[in-house]
């Protein structure tokens, strides 16, 4: 059974840091490609991050040089550190795994070996 366990949201103030972890189980971690998206209420589902199974990263504009995707292959685990953090960041954080960006919101409906796989999510408030 695959899993992906979301740790590290919480509340913080504007300015403030989070690092979400990510724990996966279940199918072969180093060959595949991590991401991280988010859901805010009102919005669509944004792809955050990725990481990729060559050690390839991906950032969207609004979180360059704030946030930084990192995994360790020995603890089957994807992170996402975030500093700064404001009240736009305020969201929904998903873990997925294989997951192809399509817009709409998230989580996707079809969790597979075909389109991927999410976390529970893990919700991350920003307050100013």
């Known amino acids: 059974e695959v899993q992906l366990v979301e740790s590290g949201g919480g509340s913080v103030q504007v300015g403030g840091s989070l690092r979400l972890s990510c724990t996966a189980s279940g199918f072969t971690f180093d060959d595949s490609n991590m991401g991280w998206f988010r859901q805010a209420p009102g919005n669509e589902c944004e792809l955050v991050s990725t990481?990729?199974?060559?050690?390839?990263?991906y950032y969207a504009d609004n979180v360059k040089g704030r946030f930084t995707i990192s995994q360790d292959n020995a603890k089957n685990t994807v992170y996402l550190q975030m500093n700064s953090l404001n009240p736009e960041d305020t969201a929904v954080y998903y873990c997925?795994?294989?997951?192809?960006?399509?817009?709409?919101?998230?989580?996707?409906?079809?969790?597979?070996?075909?389109?991927?796989?999410w976390g529970q999510g893990t919700q991350v408030t920003v307050s100013s």
């Open positions: 990481i990729s199974s060559d050690g390839s990263t």
């Open positions: 997925t795994a294989d997951v192809f960006y399509s817009g709409g919101y998230c989580p996707y409906p079809t969790s597979n070996a075909d389109f991927g796989y």
